[in-house]
């Protein structure tokens, strides 16, 4: 199991951009598959982004798509998520998601979960 850290939440007008960062313990990194999540207050938490491995696979929410990029530095153990054109609606606090298997973590059962970091996003 890898300890997952994320960093870079804050707050940021609609229509800017923001950088999520996910760092990861472990020396198993290079592995795992990866993927962000969200939960806004009072809703579930949602499926955002994922990485395959090896960074050649990316799956994205129909929300994001077009607005947010995944992406992965398996030598800094650290997965990205650059946040572009944002929305009020993306307000929320974003976890980074870890697992060996690439369906865990696009079904939102993964292994490992980060503590969280707040987006807000004013209008």
């Known amino acids: 199991q890898v300890q997952l850290v994320e960093f870079g939440g ?7 951009s923001l950088r999520l960062s996910c760092a990861a313990s472990g020396r198993t990194f290079s592995t795992y598959a990866m993927g962000w999540f969200r ?4 809703k ?3 499926f955002v982004a994922a990485i395959s491995w090896n960074g050649v696979t990316t799956y994205y929410a129909d929300s994001v798509k077009g607005r947010f990029t995944i992406s992965r530095d398996n ?8 946040m572009n054109s944002l929305k009020p609606e993306d307000t929320a606090v974003y976890y980074c998601a870890a697992d ?4 865990a ?5 993964p292994e490992s979960w980060g503590q969280g970091t707040q987006v ?3 209008s």
Request: glycine share 14%; proline share 3%; net charge positive.
């Open 39 to 42: 939960q806004a207050p009072g």
């Open 75 to 82: 030598k800094k153990n650290t997965v990205y998520l650059q």
């Open 100 to 103: 060996s298997a690439r369906d």
């Open 44 to 46: 579930e938490r949602d």
């Open 120 to 122: 807000t996003v004013s």
């Open 10 to 16: 804050g707050l940021v007008q609609a229509g800017g």
């Open 105 to 109: 973590v696009v079904a939102g059962t």
